[in-house]
């Protein structure tokens, strides 16, 4: 009931593609970071991109949210093209898309609550708005019980958990996960990744760069596997390695 | 909208108590590089007004006429100064005109005196400070004045004395835009470090979607706060300072210092450094903000 709440009237669903990349390259000088990648991503997909460090994992999310820009090619968000947008509109796209970090970027001398009232706040939330949305969105990622604990004062899991409920808190129709297990144990990064396939049931498209071979081979999801920028799988139901070609030997 | 505003305020505010040490540090810095300055612009100001107004008091010769003289010779002799080319003025000082004054400042001196030992003075005031000597040399000629008994004009030492208030006076000037300049760097440079040590949460504001003006706005009212209350402090030190520089050149009974008019008021000071500090402290840390707010 509450996450019907807190996902009702989003946008989510209102372009054909949620992501959608065409012949993108990404350089830095000398360096490639991404190649002629072309892919597209359905609303209310879960995807995991995988790869060696170095592939292009971040720098496709970092496209994504407007924080790099493509050297050529098109990438759609939702059907908005990120490339041509004005850069006053980049904290518009912002809110539309929720991202979650492997060092969880949380404000240290704020508390839970207020971690995520800000992210509202700073987006031009009303007062009450947000105090409707706080609590429903700590209740979605089971940290209801602890609104005024300070980050130092919860455990890693619990801390991502916050992270994931400031990114829920706007309502965005596409989360992105870059790395969002990284810090955490098995175990809790079993219960984070639950937490965020369940987001993707209630209809938000799920990207997650992951080097986290268990969770991915769980989940058999749809998976991107990047090699020194260049796209080199697609897999519908997938695992973190290469099946298709086990397969076939 | 008033919510936006009010919320703005109250970051700004929190931001400044949850950063304590910071703010003390900036706030420190700014009081003690406004305190520098506005006691330079005062001392730069005190100076300038001291040479400005001496030159005046020493193209003045003071003629002290023989006690014994008639009084038809004092006007005698002053018509005759206030003939000579080189004289601008000649203002007479009767002896009576004297005892009154030295009455009202010395009351117990003339109570003890039965009768007024004083002298006619004229005050012959030059029309140029170089033609002082030539004359003193002429009202000091016996054939020419002989009613006048003594002659007393500014001597060497306080010419030099006046030239060196003049060179004091230009490096003041030059002292005063170097420390400005300082100012502005230290000031610059002290927002700069409070904004980088709030890079994360800048960072987070950028990411969930905060608009560049909603990051900055606290940031820069935060820059606004410092910069004005830096400022009331280093006023606050400058007059309590500058008071207490005017009472002991006072009790020195400088003839340099003593009684140039003060027209450089605390008001005028005080509202002078609030100006800078809020310049400095808002657009100081508008631009420091602006490297880490980019869309």
Known sequence: MTQTLLYSGKKAGVSASAVELSKVSVRYAEQNALQQVSLCISPGEFVFIVGPSGAGKSTLLKLLYRAEKATEGKVLVNGTDVGTMKPRETPLLRRHVGMIFQDFSLLPDRTVYENVAFALRVTGASRRETHRRVPLALEMVGMAHRPDAFPHQISGGEQQRVAIARAL?????????????????????????????????????????????????????????????????DEACGRYGNTSAAEEE | MFSSAAFILHEAWLNMRRHFWMTLAALTTITVALTVLGASVWTAWRVHEVAAQEPQKFNTIDVFLHPA???????????????????????????????AMLTRREPSLTHALSVNPLMDRLEVQAKQSGQIAQISGMLRSKTLFPDVMQVNDANYEVRVLLGFAHVVRTIGIFLTLSLFAATLFIVFNTIRLTVYSRRREIRIMNLVGATPA??????????????????????????????????????????????????????????????????????????????????
């Open chain 1, 169 to 233: 808190a706007a309502q965005p129709s596409l989360l992105l996960a870059d790395e969002p297990t990284g810090n955490l144990d098995p175990d809790t990064s079993l219960g984070i990744l639950e937490l965020l396939h369940f987001i993707n049931s209630q209809g938000a498209t799920v990207l997650i760069a992951t080097h986290d071979v268990a969770i991915v081979d769980r989940q058999e999801r749809r998976v991107l596997e990047f090699q020194a920028g260049k796209l080199v799988r």
């Open chain 2, 69 to 99: 003289g008639t009084r038809q010779a004092t006007l005698q002799t002053e018509a005759a100064i206030q003939k000579m080319p080189q004289v601008k003025q000649v203002r007479l000082v009767t002896k009576e005109q004297a005892w």
């Open chain 2, 214 to 295: 909603f990051i900055r706005l606290p940031m820069v009212l935060e820059g606004l706060f410092h910069g004005l209350a830096g400022s009331l402090l280093a006023s606050l030190l400058v007059i309590a300072g500058a008071s207490q520089v005017s009472r002991f050149f006072q009790s020195l009974h400088s003839p340099l210092i003593g009684d140039a008019p003060a027209s450089f008021t605390a008001a005028t000071l005080t509202l002078l450094l609030m100006a800078v500090g809020a310049l400095i402290g808002a657009v100081g840390s508008a631009l420091a903000i602006h490297r880490y707010v980019r869309p």
